[in-house]
């Protein structure tokens, strides 16, 4: 069961990973396109109404994850009716949500010209675009979103990854056609709403073909389905901070600032995002056996191997850190040129957005598995409120810096301190202050690699032409993949978790390769 366990995370990674890399790649080219052809405005657009419609749409993780929660107890007992009423389940309460979103949607179209400050561009209705993206959103509760569940409880997310591989690089080579040949951006919308029908009637074929034992059959007992809505209710909540963090930063930056200043700000969240995704691959990646070890394993065991992953996590996502500090502006100068950047202080909150975000992965992971959502509820929409309330305050004073800072504070003291605080009262019920401390030591040391490192890399600095840019990237990469990870290795080397860390680390290696 181990050495399945361990062969699926690494398929699973490494189909994730190649997945990742694609949806980093080539949405970088189309928004490159996208600014060269039609402007900054029409990304703006897009940024703005994706973050729209991701508040809409925040109901959908709530409810799959507690569903998904929900079947892996049926699965190791081979209760193949369970499953499939849960699935039944599952799928009406798709078919609504999407009647509900899009009911919703369409209630938000008067107000639509409240979320812009100052123009949009003259070729463009936002009407008949924000009803394009609506639509896109809203078709997969009415298809087969809802038979992934299947894939994600046998832990082969690396099928749909495969299938998303595929389809992704076929409809951002269309998109980029059409921007290039048409620079028409109804016409790109659109191919986005047909791949987005596609990547829900393939995956369903094959689920159908593979567990042909699956079927949308049954009822569940009242006492299953309260539970769900339970659950339901707390990872909603908790979901609704994670998921409507940037969405809300960006609504706001483009109501006080405009739709370039959305796009500009997005142009970094973009990079950071696109790291996150590579860190997501493997949490992902790491759900289904975390959820396992969670229901056979002790408190004990579950805090030493959370404490362990966490170390070679924030060891990663240290690293990234480092590099988004150091990179960010050369690469953002030859990208979209000094007009579209932000000064170096504001660079380095988005970099520290990105690592206070990571610092809450792995403790979350296991929050999750334990199915301790309900107890969250609070925090959550603390931070939410807290969130939009800090936006406006501070976003109206100090623009983009101010939105940022927000968003750090909410994360940090709010969803972090408290998920910390309600995981280790009710179910490692100990440990919290040597976590803690743990976490501030991990990014004091973060923060000290990346001063360090950027010391170094200031003095790297070639002629403002491109090819000197391009010099000046390529020589501080060299460095951000040398410096940080020999620093981290000298000064946690003599740490008592490095030396359980590393053992743990080999141990799962030689199982991969066995």
């Known amino acids: 069961m181990i050495l399945e366990k361990t062969r699926n995370t690494i398929r699973n990674s490494f189909w994730g990973t190649i997945g990742n890399i694609v949806t980093i790649i080539f949405p970088f080219a189309v928004r490159t396109i996208l600014i060269k052809e039609l402007g900054s405005e029409y990304l703006g657009l897009n940024s703005l109404f994706t973050s729209i419609l991701t508040v809409l ?149 094959y689920i159908k073909k593979t567990y042909p034992q699956y079927v949308c059959r049954g009822q569940i007992s009242k006492e299953l389905k309260t539970d769900i809505k339970t659950n339901v209710s707390g990872l909603l909540m908790t979901r609704i901070a ?122 979350g992971q296991y929050f999750d598995a334990a199915g301790l959502w309900w107890l969250r509820r609070w925090y959550s929409m603390a931070e939410v409120i807290a969130n939009i309330i800090l936006n406006i305050c501070l976003g109206y004073y100090f623009g983009i810096p101010g939105i940022i800072l927000a968003t750090i504070m909410t994360i940090f003291f709010i969803n972090f301190l408290g998920s910390a605080r309600i995981i280790f009262k009710n179910y490692y019920k100990h440990g919290l202050k040597a976590y803690l401390q743990e976490q501030a030591y991990y990014i004091c040391i973060t923060a000290g690699v990346a001063f360090t490192t950027w010391i170094i890399c200031k003095a790297i600095l070639f002629t403002d032409t491109t090819p000197g840019l391009y010099m000046t990237l390529f020589v501080r990469a060299i460095i951000c993949i040398v410096i940080p990870n020999v620093l981290f290795l000298v000064i946690y080397k003599r740490t008592r978790m490095f030396r359980k860390a590393y053992p743990w680390l080999k141990h799962r290696l030689k199982i991969t390769h066995g």
């Not at 993206?133 to 038979?147: D, E, H, I, P, R």
């Not at 949490?283 to 004990?300: F, L, Q, V, Y």
């Open 242 to 363: 994670t998921i409507t963090r940037n969405s809300f930063d960006s609504i706001i930056i483009s109501a006080f600032l405009g739709l370039t200043a959305v796009a500009v700000y997005n142009n970094y969240y973009y990079i950071m995002n696109a790291l996150a995704r590579l860190l997501l691959v493997f949490t992902t990646s790491i759900s289904a056996g975390i959820g396992n070890s969670i229901s056979t394993n002790t408190p004990e065991k579950n805090l030493e191997d959370m404490r362990i992953i966490n170390f070679w996590y924030i060891w990663i996502a240290g690293w990234f850190t480092v590099c988004l500090g150091c990179l960010y502006q050369p690469f953002m100068q030859i990208w979209v040129g000094k007009s579209f950047m932000l000064s170096d202080s504001v660079m380095w909150m988005c970099a520290l957005y990105f690592l206070v975000s990571r610092v809450t992965e792995i403790q």
């Open 57 to 205: 749409n925040i109901t959908e993780s709530g409810v799959g994850s507690a569903i998904v929660y929900s079947m892996y107890k049926p699965l190791a007992e081979d209760n193949t009716d369970l499953i499939c009423a849960l699935l039944n389940f599952y799928k009406k309460i798709y078919r609504f949500m999407g009647l509900l979103i899009l009911g919703i949607g369409c209630c938000l179209i008067p107000f639509l010209n409240y979320f812009i400050h100052g123009n949009v561009p003259a070729d463009i209705s936002i009407y008949i675009l924000y009803l394009l993206y609506l639509a896109n959103t809203a078709v997969s509760y009415w298809l087969f979103a809802y038979k992934n569940s299947i894939l994600i409880i046998y832990q082969r997310n690396d099928i749909n990854s495969k299938i998303l591989i595929v389809l992704n690089v076929l409809m951002y080579c269309t998109q980029m056609l059409i921007l290039i040949l048409t620079r028409n951006y109804y016409m790109y919308v659109l191919v986005m709403l047909l791949f987005t029908i596609c990547n829900n009637i393939i995956p369903a074929i």
